[in-house]
């Protein structure tokens, strides 16, 4: 975590928008304007953080391509909420597919939310 220059605590990939020429204002209003960079945006229907859990997705502003994907799409059992998320085998399956459409599909196991 670091320092952003927006003033909060913010990951790696919010610094790099910012450098990348300006940050929030690069995906306000849940509009992403970075042309040319594509970006795959994974949600959860059981987010306790992120309210309402749909604020998580982006529209692709002229020239980006933005792609969407809730975690439940086809695997109605995983639970997982915003922090179980990061280690849930089918949100980890679906980055790596994003990163490389030859890898395998996303597994769909059973997954129970934890805070």
């Known amino acids: 975590m670091r320092k952003s ?3 909060g605590w913010v990951g790696r990939s919010v610094v790099e ?13 849940g509009v992403f304007r970075v042309e040319g960079v594509a ?4 949600g959860t229907k ?16 002229p020239g ?8 439940q799409e086809g695997c109605f059992v995983d639970f997982s909420a915003h922090l179980s998320m990061s280690y849930s085998p089918r949100a980890i399956g679906l980055v790596k597919r994003a990163l490389d459409p ?6 769909c196991v ?3 939310p934890a805070f």
């Open 5 to 7: 220059l927006a003033g």
């Open 17 to 29: 928008l910012e450098r990348a020429g300006g940050g929030a204002r690069q995906h306000d209003e």
């Open 39 to 42: 970006v795959v945006a994974v």
């Open 46 to 61: 059981y987010d306790e953080i992120t309210t309402p859990w749909q604020s998580t997705f982006m529209t692709a502003g």
């Open 64 to 71: 980006a391509t933005v792609r969407n994907i809730t975690l």
């Open 102 to 107: 030859s890898a395998p599909a996303a597994p």
């Open 110 to 112: 059973p997954r129970a």
